[in-house]
């Protein structure tokens, strides 16, 4: 019953943030909901949002527990970026403002706390990886987008991965995180 509400809890909140990424200064902008959709930020929240919503509906299937455990792998590495390079290198004020403290920090914790605390199945290392797979897609796009596209077409380097030109260390060490970050679940799922 908890896991549910906080599904329910989750799928609501972030829904509602996600439209207001259509509003600037008062206005409804299509643009700027565009824009937000270039962030790892709102794709991992939204992606664990639709896991949350279909476990709410479909709690004992494993395809949803299966979603739900790559959302909140995603969002997990989103909390872990933050706190350990975006806060340091942006501030944690710009990063847990408003709808920030949402999507960088309550939500993770609270997809995290339903998963391996009111949805635990145990897990095999195969199941595992599938929890890198956001990073992996996200990052070779945000690789492409701001490594190799033209200027005119690319993405400024908004997370700052490319730094110095180090895109490779960042590449990897995101990946390297991610694969972490999978085994420690599938480590506490099967405890």
Known sequence: MIDTLINAFVFVMTMILTVLTFKKEGK???????QAFKYFTILSNVLC????LLMVFFPQTDWAWTLKYIGTAAVTVTLLTVFFFLGPTQGYGNMLRGAGCFWHLIDPVLAIL??????????????ALLGVL????????????????PEEKGWPDFYGFNAGGHWK???????????L???????????
């Open 28 to 34: 409804w902008s299509w643009a700027n909901g565009k």
């Open 49 to 52: 949002a639709v896991s949350c």
């Open 114 to 127: 339903s998963f391996l605390i009111w949805e635990k199945r145990g897990m095999d290392s195969g199941s």
């Open 134 to 149: 956001p990073v992996a897609v996200y990052g070779t796009l945000y690789l492409c987008k701001v490594v190799f596209a």
């Open 169 to 179: 260390i960042s590449f990897s060490a995101m990946l390297l995180a991610a694969v």
């Open 181 to 191: 970050i999978s085994f420690i679940f599938m480590l506490l799922q099967n405890a």
